[in-house]
């Protein structure tokens, strides 16, 4: 046995072995550890990486939007958990004559449209997965408004972290109604695997470069859920 030790073919096998053994573990314990412990190691390397990105776009938002370059707001997580999530401005703080803001599509620059287009808005919330708020992959984090709006079914969205991407964001994202949304977001926190996650994260990068549902049908974002019928 001693070529597996002295020989490239058998530490080659080795290696090919120890790769099997733990996707099957990462597969396995996926929902329970293995999960968290690829949102903390990615968004780690991801906020190494990209700082160059993100100090960048720092930059140019604090002048294009004349102060402030990020937007932040209270979410609820985990277990309808309140926590505060973080984003780059995409709208300015412009009001009308009584000092009230102006509508969303007023407020909504050049500059931020090629954000949200792009998602690169969403970037800051690596922050919010590195801490544990957040996960790479699971429904959105909402309004913390909407929560005395949702039916029992769609209180179930909560049970896992928000994600930055989620099952619907890969399958419509704003292009799609509040219920097919839920519903989504539902039948992912029963359905929860490594390589479920995985293909989310290729169909959102593929809906990214298309520039796909980055609108509803009747609004510049998308509009506020008001409940269901």
Known sequence: MEWIYTTWYGILTLVFLGIIIWML??????KHFFKRFYDFTLSLIAIILLSPLLLSLTIIGTL???????????RPGKNEKIFKLIKFRTM???????????PDEDRLVKYGK?????SLDELPELFNILVGN???VGPRPLLVR????????????HDVRPGLTGYAQAHGRNAISWEEKFKMDVYYTKNI??????????????????????????STTMEEFMGND
């Not at 300015?92 to 102006?102: E, F, I, P, Q, S």
């Open 25 to 30: 573990l990462s597969s396995i314990l996926y």
């Open 114 to 118: 090629f954000l949200r287009s792009t």
């Open 134 to 136: 957040m996960s790479i």
């Open 193 to 218: 695997s490594l390589f479920g996650d995985i293909k989310i994260i290729i169909d959102t990068i593929l809906v990214v470069f298309k520039r796909s549902g980055i609108s509803s049908e009747t």
């Open 64 to 74: 294009v939007m004349k102060g402030n370059p990020f937007f932040t707001q209270l």
């Open 92 to 102: 300015t703080n412009a009001k009308d004559k009584d000092g009230n803001l102006l």
């Open 146 to 157: 909407y929560l005395d709006r949702y039916n029992e079914e769609q209180h179930h969205r």
